[in-house]
């Protein structure tokens, strides 16, 4: 992203309009944070990793995949106690049983 020097100092000079103070001591052409701008860009990296953070949780809760166990058992009745025990222990899980009466 190309931003040419003009614009980057009209939106540093507005920024210390609406804050009130400045940010930089400049000398010539050079610049350097001073205590104002220190203050503020610590809490501006602060909200920047909230963001990430956020932006980390979402995507980690949309990745979760819904895990589903098919299961053929013989008396499903006695089983589902087991079953229930071992979702409880696991978000986002289901089971769903099949009766099967054949001989194995």
């Known amino acids: ?8 100092s009209t939106s540093i000079a507005r920024l210390e309009g ?7 001591d400049r000398v010539g052409r ?9 203050i503020y860009k610590d809490h501006v990296d602060q909200v920047f ?3 990430d953070d ?3 949780a979402l995507a980690s809760e949309k990745n979760k995949a819904r895990t589903n ?3 053929a058992v013989r008396a499903p009745v006695l089983w589902l106690p087991i079953f ?3 979702r409880n222990g696991i978000h986002k899980f289901s089971i769903m049983t099949k009766s099967y009466w054949g001989c194995l």
């Open 69 to 71: 166990i098919s299961v």
């Open 18 to 24: 609406e804050l009130g103070v400045r940010l930089f």
């Open 1 to 8: 992203m190309y931003v040419t020097p003009s614009a980057v």
């Open 84 to 86: 229930n025990d071992f």
């Open 49 to 51: 990793k909230l963001l």
């Open 54 to 56: 956020a932006t980390q």
């Open 30 to 38: 050079n610049m350097k944070l001073n205590q104002y701008g220190r």
